[in-house]
């Protein structure tokens, strides 16, 4: 647990893993208050929910070890029955229905944007935007594969993506200036 890393927890990584670990649960309690940011959308089985928002900036905080290892537990804690998924749902049901694909497509988000985070790419605004599309392309990708398997393949799109794209821009608008500002603060601070 304290490999070396260029993201920002690295500013406030404890010593021990038992000072660490109340941090990483911190995290995991982000994730599943952004699942209850959940709106059903009548349309579609996908709702609208902050998870990718939250899936975007735990992994650039936290970079790809940690991140991977949050948006894990994440889905054990659901699969396993707490209602941590979008809107208090929870079990393996959820996980083999039409939001599944999505869900792992969190880890796999994670993994990438977690990785490129530990390359640096969260002390940048434009890379960390580049980082959350690639980020959410993954995602989608993931999720649209998922969907494809309970509505017709012509509505995927109409279902699974679009609707969600504005949303998906204000997301990443948000998460890609909030990590690299706290770069630059610390950066001021440091050279006062």
Same mark, same amino acid.
């Given at each position: 647990m304290n490999t070396p890393s260029a993201t920002v927890y690295s500013l406030i990584r404890p010593a021990t893993i038992w000072k660490e670990l109340p941090?990483?649960?911190g995290f995991n309690l982000i994730m599943v208050a952004s699942a209850y940011l959940s709106i059903n959308l009548p349309f579609s089985p996908v709702p609208i929910t902050g998870q990718t928002f939250g899936v975007m900036l735990i992994a650039m905080?936290?970079?790809?070890?940690?991140?991977?290892?949050?948006m894990t537990a994440?889905?054990?804690? &659901?699969i396993s029955g707490l209602p941590v998924f979008a809107g208090g749902a929870a079990g393996f049901?959820?996980?083999?229905?039409?939001?599944?694909?999505?869900?792992?497509?969190f880890l796999a988000a994670a993994?990438?944007? &977690? &990785?490129?985070a530990d390359k640096g790419?969260?002390?940048?605004?434009?890379?960390s935007i580049l980082a959350?599309?690639?980020g959410h392309a993954v995602i989608f990708a993931f999720g649209l594969a998922g969907l494809a398997m309970f509505v017709p393949k012509d509505a995927v799109l109409t279902l699974g993506l679009y609707p969600f794209l504005s949303g998906t821009a204000v997301k990443i608008a948000l998460a890609a200036v909030i990590l690299p500002s706290i770069w630059k603060f610390v950066k001021r601070e440091q050279n006062s």
């Open positions: 941090l990483l649960i905080a936290l970079g790809r070890v940690r991140a991977v290892g949050v994440y889905l054990l804690e &659901g049901g959820v996980l083999a229905g039409p939001t599944g694909g999505y869900l792992l497509g993994y990438l944007v &977690g &990785g490129l790419w969260d002390k940048s605004y434009l890379k959350m599309i690639l």
